[in-house]
């Protein structure tokens, strides 16, 4: 008996040693519940042994027995009681589902354009995203129209639609073809530097674009043929029921060098043609 109590309490000691040194637990609670449950069982082996070499008599290891029990019976049951109603819990108050990463700018716009909200939306419809930059015709040059997979690095689509038809309940907005934006009058009050048009599969396409181009502040008049060609190049080559496109018209403002011609010079070609432009030019 005395050999089984002494294997039995350097069991113990060396449970509560090894746990103490490794917390084996994440949460700190528990691996203080776990060290008081090992260090009662070290301290009831190690009674079972004085007692059973005759070092402790039978009231002093009842007394001390008694005493590691009240420390360490309450927190173990409370400890079994919480990891039985957990499951409980968990079931009848399930975890919030993980946000998504945003993908797009998402403007809402007030009515009569009185506000523009911006914030980070997730859009389960592919977007992609294509830009057009016009130089219109100056000093003998022809103007230039030429499209851009990105405007900068990091760049992200964005999307927007008056705030009452994004919230409408009943003939709920569907995902657009495409998206034009192009340049705005700017005086506004509701970032009016921009204009934005929706068009769907089902509607006329030439015409909506031929409009926006026409009364879009910006844009030369005497060249629109020539930027609404490329949108409907893209519209064609591009647009998709299930895909929304992307369209932003920028005018670029900069100064033309060299004298005459009609056209760009060799320097200017080869830039565009370095930095991977299509370019549309008018004859």
């Known amino acids: 008996r005395t050999a089984a ?16 040194i490794m917390l084996p637990c994440t949460a700190p609670a528990e691996n203080a ?14 009674l079972q042994l004085a007692y059973a070499s005759g070092v402790f008599g039978a009231e002093l290891c009842s007394w001390v027995g008694l005493f590691s029990t009240i420390l360490v019976l309450p927190l173990l049951l409370c400890r079994l009681g919480l990891s039985a109603v957990a499951p409980i819990l968990s079931w009848a108050f399930p975890a919030a589902p993980e946000v998504e990463a945003s993908n797009l700018d998402l403007g809402l716009r007030g009515p009569e354009d009185d506000w523009l909200l911006t914030v980070p939306a997730v859009c389960r419809v592919p977007v992609d995203q294509v830009f057009i930059h016009t130089l219109p015709a100056a000093d003998g040059f022809a103007p230039e129209v030429w499209t851009s997979g990105t405007q900068d690095e990091g760049s992200r689509p964005r999307l927007e639609f008056p705030v009452l038809d994004y919230l409408a309940l009943v003939n709920k907005l569907e995902p657009p073809m495409a998206v034009l934006f192009g340049p705005g009058s700017g005086d506004g009050a509701a970032n009016s530097s921009l204009r934005v048009e929706l068009i769907y599969p089902d509607e006329d396409a030439r015409q909506i ?45 900069e100064a033309r060098s060299g004298t005459g011609g009609g056209s760009t010079s060799e320097e200017d070609e080869s830039q565009g043609l370095v930095s991977g432009r299509v370019k549309f030019q008018s004859s």
């Not at 109590?5 to 509560?16: E, G, K, L, N």
């Not at 519940?33 to 190690?46: C, F, M, R, T």
């Open 5 to 20: 109590m002494s294997v039995t309490a350097w069991v113990a000691m060396a449970a509560f040693v090894s746990t103490f």
């Open 33 to 46: 519940l776990l060290l008081l449950a090992n260090l009662g069982l070290a301290i009831v082996a190690l």
């Open 209 to 253: 674009v031929t409009d926006f181009v026409w009364r879009s502040p910006g844009l030369g008049v005497d060249y629109a043929a020539e930027i609404v060609e490329p949108v409907l190049q893209l519209l064609g080559q591009r647009g998709r029921p299930s895909r929304i496109l992307v369209v932003e018209i920028l005018p670029v403002k």
